[in-house]
Each structure stands twice: as structure tokens, then as C-alpha cells.
């Protein structure tokens, strides 16, 4: 099971007979056989490493891989639980390294764009579906007949004739699952699901408040002089930066997300470096919209 743990708990069967997939672009909607052959992440790339196929990526093939990867998942994860064979290593957690595929690379080149290339279109689908991931992981993590079969696996990993990258994988699997909850009750896993929805909320509004004050925390200069100590090249970014938000003739120096910010080891103006630092430590914390205060201590 892959499920990437970040600031907010945000991360895989063949198909069933008809999953209707609405055709964004055109309002229209298409077959779940012709979803499947225009949707790049409904089969392996062909690529060397089977690197994502980008030119063939467009924002609207997400929500139809995340739908149809999620419920082929649960199906395989069905099975496996399910299974009336007794657990072994095969056919459960080899099982579930196979598993969910779809979801998979489609999640992978998502998060990945979504850090290097945020837009509003891949923004909202972050909204949209931060939660609905959530739901779906504690659906597989919470699901009691198959952490009984991870358990029993688990119970016996030294007898079991693995390899030691076998036990470790078996070991794995189960302190994930009990780190997620499963030996929780009834009761506790319902108030789990939850706060783990809560986070996946707060997580996404978070990312959004961070990449926007970001924005507006520029450092803004009106005379080249003042980046003395820069390099042309440098100098001439923060132009075009300034030029981009409407500030012809002035110079902006983007806030990075780290506390030192690469600028300041080399202007020689002090008041500018001071305003550079000031505005670095005061992000997310001004009392404005962008405010992530509220956020981290509800998350605490």
C-alpha cells in the first residue's frame, strides 16, 4: 500500500463491468472503455523506468484515475481480506504490493506536479480530493480482516522460510497498520476517520495559505542599487518578478520556504537583507488572510 504521510495524513483489479467517466473538456460523457484508452494512467507507461508519460498528461485525467483507481483498490483489497485460503506471504502481502496501481501513478505524478507546478485547475482537485484519499487509506487500514491476516503473518514472520527483506516487509506492513489504528475499537477508529478527514482539510488549506503568502511576502526594492551584491542575472529575475505583478521598474525578491533566505548572504544593502529576514520569519503569521496560525493549532 503506498500512502505518502506529509503535513496533513494525505497516501492499488481489474475493472468491473462500467465506470462512467465524465469527459471534462467537453461535458460529455464517455465509456469506461474509451476512458481507459485515452487516460495515461490507466496502463503502464512505455517509457524507460516507465517514466510518466507528460506529454500525454493533462489536468483532467486525474479525477478519472484517482475514481477508478480508488474503487480498484478497495475491490483488490476486498479480495485479499477476503481470501479464504489462509494467509501467506503471497497472497496477501505480495498482494498488496500489487495492488492499486492505477491510484499508484496517478497519485505519484499528481503530488509531484502539484510541489513543482501548482496551478488552480490541480489546486482544486487537491481540495477536492485531500479528504476522499483520507476516507480511502482508512478504508484499507482500518479494515480488520485484513490486518487479522497481516497479524498472523506477522505472528510467525521468523518461520515463514522468508528472506530478510521478506520479514522486514512483513514487519513493515504491520507497524503501519498499527501505527494507523487498526488495533483501535470500533468507536475509536469511527473518531480516527474523523480527525484523519479533519487533517487531510486543514493539510490542503494549509499548502494553500503557504504557496499564496508566499506570494505576497516579496521583498520589494525601487532602485537596482539596493541588490548590490547580487548578480546580474539575479537582479534582472527580480525585475521580471516585479514585472509580473504590475511593479514596472521596481525589483522583487521572492520569499523561499526556509527560514535564511540565498539573497541575503551577498546583498550588502542591511536594510534590505533586515526586510529580507523580517519578512521570512513573519509568513503565515501577519494576521491576514493567509494566517496559518489557527490551522497549526487545530492540527495540535
Same mark, same amino acid.
Given at each position: 500500500?503506498?500512502?505518502?504521510?506529509?503535513?496533513?495524513?494525505?497516501?492499488?483489479?481489474?475493472?468491473?463491468?462500467?465506470?462512467?467517466?465524465?469527459?471534462?473538456?467537453?461535458?460529455?460523457?464517455?465509456?469506461?472503455?474509451?476512458?481507459?484508452?485515452?487516460?495515461?494512467?490507466?496502463?503502464?507507461?512505455?517509457?524507460?523506468?516507465?517514466?510518466?508519460?507528460?506529454?500525454?498528461?493533462?489536468? +483532467?485525467? /486525474?479525477?478519472?484515475?484517482?475514481? &477508478?483507481?480508488?474503487? #480498484?483498490?478497495?475491490?483488490? @483489497? %476486498?479480495?485479499? !481480506?477476503?481470501?479464504?485460503?489462509?494467509?501467506?506471504?503471497?497472497?496477501?502481502?505480495?498482494?498488496?504490493?500489487?495492488?492499486?496501481?492505477?491510484?499508484?501513478?496517478?497519485?505519484?505524478?499528481?503530488?509531484?506536479?502539484?510541489?513543482?507546478?501548482?496551478?488552480?485547475?490541480?489546486?482544486?482537485?487537491?481540495?477536492?480530493?485531500?479528504?476522499?484519499?483520507?476516507?480511502?487509506?482508512?478504508?484499507?487500514?482500518?479494515?480488520?480482516?485484513?490486518?487479522?491476516?497481516?497479524?498472523?503473518?506477522?505472528?510467525?514472520?521468523?518461520?515463514?522460510?522468508?528472506?530478510?527483506?521478506?520479514?522486514?516487509?512483513?514487519?513493515?506492513?504491520?507497524?503501519?497498520?498499527?501505527?494507523?489504528?487498526?488495533?483501535?475499537?470500533?468507536?475509536?477508529?469511527?473518531?480516527?476517520?474523523?480527525?484523519?478527514?479533519?487533517?487531510?482539510?486543514?493539510? +490542503?488549506? /494549509?499548502?494553500?495559505?503557504?504557496? &499564496?503568502?508566499?506570494? #505576497?511576502?516579496?521583498?520589494? @526594492? %525601487?532602485?537596482? !542599487?539596493?541588490?548590490?551584491?547580487?548578480?546580474?542575472?539575479?537582479?534582472?529575475?527580480?525585475?521580471?518578478?516585479?514585472?509580473?505583478?504590475?511593479?514596472?521598474?521596481?525589483?522583487?525578491?521572492?520569499?523561499?520556504?526556509?527560514?535564511?533566505?540565498?539573497?541575503?548572504?551577498?546583498?550588502?544593502?542591511?536594510?534590505?537583507?533586515?526586510?529580507?529576514?523580517?519578512?521570512?520569519?513573519?509568513?503565515?503569521?501577519?494576521?491576514?488572510?493567509?494566517?496559518?496560525?489557527?490551522?497549526?493549532?487545530?492540527?495540535?
Amino acid at each position: 500500500m503506498k500512502h505518502p504521510l506529509a503535513c496533513a495524513i494525505a497516501l492499488a483489479l481489474a475493472f468491473g463491468p462500467a465506470v462512467a467517466v465524465q469527459a471534462q473538456s467537453q461535458g460529455t460523457a464517455v465509456s469506461a472503455p474509451a476512458a481507459k484508452s485515452s487516460n495515461p494512467f490507466f496502463a503502464d507507461s512505455t517509457l524507460p523506468l516507465k517514466y510518466p508519460a507528460f506529454d500525454k498528461i493533462q489536468d +483532467t485525467d /486525474f479525477a478519472p484515475a484517482f475514481d &477508478a483507481g480508488m474503487k #480498484e483498490e478497495l475491490a483488490q @483489497v %476486498d479480495a485479499i !481480506a477476503n481470501d479464504k485460503a489462509e494467509p501467506t506471504f503471497e497472497n496477501t502481502i505480495l498482494a498488496l504490493e500489487k495492488s492499486g496501481r492505477i491510484l499508484y501513478r496517478s497519485r505519484s505524478v499528481f503530488y509531484n506536479l502539484l510541489g513543482a507546478d501548482k496551478n488552480d485547475a490541480r489546486e482544486k482537485i487537491d481540495e477536492d480530493y485531500s479528504p476522499k484519499f483520507a476516507a480511502h487509506r482508512d478504508s484499507i487500514v482500518l479494515n480488520p480482516k485484513l490486518f487479522a491476516r497481516i497479524k498472523a503473518l506477522y505472528d510467525k514472520r521468523d518461520t515463514l522460510g522468508l528472506d530478510a527483506e521478506g520479514v522486514r516487509l512483513v514487519e513493515r506492513y504491520h507497524t503501519d497498520f498499527t501505527r494507523a489504528g487498526a488495533n483501535l475499537d470500533d468507536a475509536q477508529k469511527a473518531r480516527l476517520k474523523e480527525i484523519n478527514g479533519q487533517l487531510a482539510e486543514l493539510g +490542503t488549506q /494549509f499548502d494553500k495559505k503557504v504557496l &499564496a503568502e508566499r506570494n #505576497e511576502s516579496a521583498v520589494v @526594492v %525601487d532602485t537596482r !542599487a539596493e541588490l548590490d551584491g547580487l548578480t546580474d542575472e539575479q537582479i534582472d529575475a527580480a525585475a521580471q518578478v516585479a514585472k509580473s505583478r504590475g511593479l514596472d521598474g521596481k525589483f522583487a525578491l521572492t520569499i523561499l520556504n526556509t527560514t535564511g533566505q540565498p539573497p541575503a548572504t551577498t546583498l550588502t544593502n542591511r536594510a534590505v537583507r533586515e526586510k529580507l529576514f523580517k519578512a521570512s520569519l513573519a509568513r503565515n503569521s501577519r494576521g491576514n488572510a493567509n494566517d496559518t496560525t489557527g490551522i497549526v493549532s487545530e492540527v495540535v
